[in-house]
């Protein structure tokens, strides 16, 4: 059976504030563990007036406070940015606040623009080259304690936080079959290597002492509603949002609008319906006949939805119709 999880990036809305946004990502995070989700992303960005994950880590420990059993972890964390030393002890000390609810995604993108990456690791280009010598590195901070070591970083050593790869083409599926971890691909928003990425990962996997068989993640946007009007009206504001990033000029997570016609070019257009293509939009029926699909189309053994939209009512209501139409299909397959 397919789990069904959230990837949130803890959205600025126009008009609100840090605070309130990260307010409403732990109450979301509610939300979805009374719904059966399986866990709770948050994600790296910086410099973006939108997003108010940038501390990521420091995200995931208040959301993690503020729920009882989910999952919570990075969607993700990208490594190049950091030290391997400082990640492993930053999600250590969270594996020993909530034991056995604690995920680390990894990503090798800088998840922000050129000049702030450089802010954050000032080699860009050798740091994202480390990508996998990194990988490896954490993962034996992470790891079983090595008397023979002379670095056993506390308190990280023994706490066997899972790792995860993030990707959006072939190079993380390869690293991620290689090392024997599960992998979760970007479809939200880089759609399109996604098949191959998949049949990458599982033709090329080794089991490793983490995971025996390949386990892969695909993540979808989504916005659901009683109509699919209204659904349609909602996602609007991760239509702008698109259109604006692209341009140039990030901001807030814009109110909806009735037209998008009067906001984006037909080329634009053309781009922000190829990148959503996946997206789960509309009423119940109309979201749980496409989730069927894409579950059907990728065999993924999870399916993490973003609903980055301006109302939280709705992103509450979007969760709540997305865990009806998964839920659904559990009790289908158990029939």
């Given at each position: 059976?397919?789990?069904?999880?959230?990837?949130?990036?803890s959205?600025?809305?126009?008009g609100?504030t840090?605070?309130?946004?990260?307010a409403?990502?732990?109450d979301l995070?509610?939300?979805?563990?009374?719904l059966?989700y399986?866990?709770?992303?948050?994600?790296?960005?910086?410099?973006m007036p939108?997003i108010?994950?940038?501390a990521t880590?420091v995200?995931i420990?208040?959301?993690?406070?503020?729920t009882?059993?989910?999952?919570v972890?990075?969607?993700?964390i990208?490594l190049?940015?950091?030290?391997?030393?400082?990640?492993?002890e930053?999600?250590?000390?969270?594996?020993a606040?909530y034991?056995d609810?604690i995920?680390?995604?990894l990503?090798?993108?800088?998840?922000?623009?050129?000049?702030?990456?450089r802010?954050?690791?000032?080699?860009?280009e050798?740091?994202?080259h480390?990508?996998p010598?990194?990988?490896q590195e954490?993962?034996?901070?992470?790891g079983p304690?090595?008397?023979?070591?002379h670095?056993?970083?506390?308190?990280?050593?023994?706490s066997?936080v899972?790792?995860?790869?993030?990707?959006?083409?072939?190079?993380s599926a390869?690293?991620?079959?290689?090392?024997?971890?599960?992998f979760?691909f970007?479809?939200?928003f880089?759609?399109d290597?996604?098949?191959?990425?998949?049949?990458?990962y599982?033709d090329r996997?080794?089991?490793?002492a983490?995971l025996?068989k390949?386990y892969?993640?695909?993540?979808v946007?989504?916005?659901?509603?009683?109509?699919?009007?209204?659904?349609?009206?909602?996602?609007?504001?991760?239509?702008?949002?698109?259109v604006?990033?692209?341009?140039?000029?990030p901001?807030?997570?814009?109110?909806?609008v009735?037209?998008?016609d009067?906001?984006?070019?037909p080329?634009?257009k053309?781009?922000?319906?190829h990148?959503?293509r996946?997206a789960l939009?509309?009423?119940?029926?109309?979201?749980?006949?496409?989730?069927?699909r894409?579950?059907?189309?990728?065999?993924?053994?999870?399916?993490?939805?973003?609903?980055?939209?301006?109302?939280f009512?709705?992103?509450?209501?979007?969760?709540?119709?997305?865990?009806?139409?998964m839920g659904e299909?559990?009790?289908?397959?158990?029939?």
């Amino acid at each position: 059976m397919t789990a069904y999880s959230v990837l949130d990036l803890s959205p600025i809305t126009e008009g609100g504030t840090p605070s309130e946004a990260l307010a409403n990502s732990r109450d979301l995070a509610r939300h979805a563990e009374s719904l059966g989700y399986t866990r709770y992303w948050v994600a790296e960005h910086h410099n973006m007036p939108g997003i108010a994950s940038a501390a990521t880590a420091v995200v995931i420990g208040h959301i993690a406070g503020g729920t009882n059993h989910i999952r919570v972890g990075s969607g993700g964390i990208m490594l190049p940015n950091h030290s391997p030393l400082v990640i492993a002890e930053q999600f250590g000390t969270l594996a020993a606040l909530y034991p056995d609810r604690i995920d680390l995604g990894l990503g090798r993108a800088p998840g922000t623009d050129m000049g702030t990456a450089r802010a954050l690791r000032r080699d860009l280009e050798a740091s994202a080259h480390a990508f996998p010598q990194d990988v490896q590195e954490l993962q034996a901070y992470l790891g079983p304690r090595d008397p023979s070591r002379h670095l056993n970083p506390v308190p990280c050593s023994g706490s066997n936080v899972p790792i995860w790869l993030l990707g959006s083409s072939l190079f993380s599926a390869q690293l991620a079959a290689a090392l024997g971890l599960p992998f979760a691909f970007a479809s939200h928003f880089a759609p399109d290597m996604l098949f191959d990425a998949l049949q990458v990962y599982r033709d090329r996997f080794q089991p490793s002492a983490q995971l025996e068989k390949p386990y892969a993640m695909a993540g979808v946007m989504a916005s659901a509603a009683e109509t699919d009007e209204e659904a349609r009206y909602h996602f609007t504001s991760a239509q702008q949002n698109f259109v604006y990033l692209r341009r140039g000029n990030p901001g807030q997570v814009p109110k909806p609008v009735e037209d998008m016609d009067a906001i984006w070019h037909p080329r634009e257009k053309a781009g922000v319906e190829h990148t959503f293509r996946y997206a789960l939009i509309g009423s119940p029926a109309t979201v749980k006949a496409k989730a069927e699909r894409f579950v059907a189309d990728t065999g993924i053994d999870e399916l993490m939805v973003s609903a980055p939209i301006f109302d939280f009512e709705m992103r509450k209501t979007t969760l709540s119709i997305v865990a009806d139409a998964m839920g659904e299909r559990h009790r289908e397959a158990a029939e």
